[in-house]
């Protein structure tokens, strides 16, 4: 590809393949399986904490930019931005409650077929890390759905004039493991849609931090 393009207009599509354990032991005695067959695990899956008490912790999602192909915001018919034209998230972490971001104007880019969405707000919430959790972090991803709304009335969203652009998936099983107080999750992910024709170079770029108890041991 020519090197004067955009890290967006790079991003072609995506391929994800996953691994879904039932119970909780499954996971463990598949690792024991492999690692007597010669695997090794960087990511330290076997180290991660079992407790039997829940602990208070935060966890605190940013969501900065969004990516999206011009024709995603744009209004059936039409070739510009109509000015009602509002994009926001929308996520449920854990057993929170839905949230979802202000609605933000979607303001086109230099080369005129993408388009940036700027969210300044970030969501902080209390949690409690426990078995739950951990189970949580190393079996469900974090699916972030964008949204194109028409109109910034003060409604519950997904509002019946919205509509769903797709979804980034975000991995949050780091976010389980026990070697630091504050552990964070940080990329850029693509969007995948279904039915969508073309969200070639439609991302968002996500930061999770993750801020558990002092470790007993770490002074000791």
């Known amino acids: 590809m020519p090197h004067g393009l955009e890290l967006m207009q790079k991003i072609v ?26 695997w090794s695990f960087e990511n330290n899956l076997k180290d991660l904490v079992k407790m039997d008490e829940e602990e208070p912790a935060t966890i605190t999602i940013s969501t900065p930019r969004l990516w999206l192909p011009l024709h995603c915001v744009l209004l059936a018919g039409q070739k510009h ?22 609605l933000k104007k979607p303001k086109e880019s230099t080369n005129q077929k993408q ?29 972030i759905q964008v949204w194109r709304a028409y109109g910034n009335e003060n409604v519950e969203r997904p509002h019946n004039t919205d509509s769903w652009i797709g979804s ?48 007993p041991w770490a002074h000791s």
């Open 81 to 102: 931005i109509h000015k009602s034209t509002y994009c926001y998230l929308r996520y449920k972490l854990y057993d929170h409650e839905c949230f979802w971001t202000p």
């Open 13 to 38: 599509g995506g391929l994800e393949l996953s691994v879904s354990f039932t119970h909780p032991g499954d996971r463990e005695r598949v690792l024991e399986a492999a690692e007597l067959l010669g």
């Open 168 to 215: 980034a998936f975000v991995d949050l099983s780091r976010l389980g493991e026990r070697t630091a107080r504050t552990l964070t999750v940080s990329g850029v992910y693509p969007l995948f849609g279904r039915n969508a024709s073309n969200l070639s170079g439609a991302a968002l770029r996500v930061h999770v931090s993750f801020l558990s108890p002092p470790i």
């Open 115 to 143: 388009v940036i969405v700027t969210f300044k707000a970030s969501k902080k919430a209390e949690i409690f890390r426990g078995p739950s959790l951990l189970w949580y972090f190393r079996e469900e991803r974090l699916e």
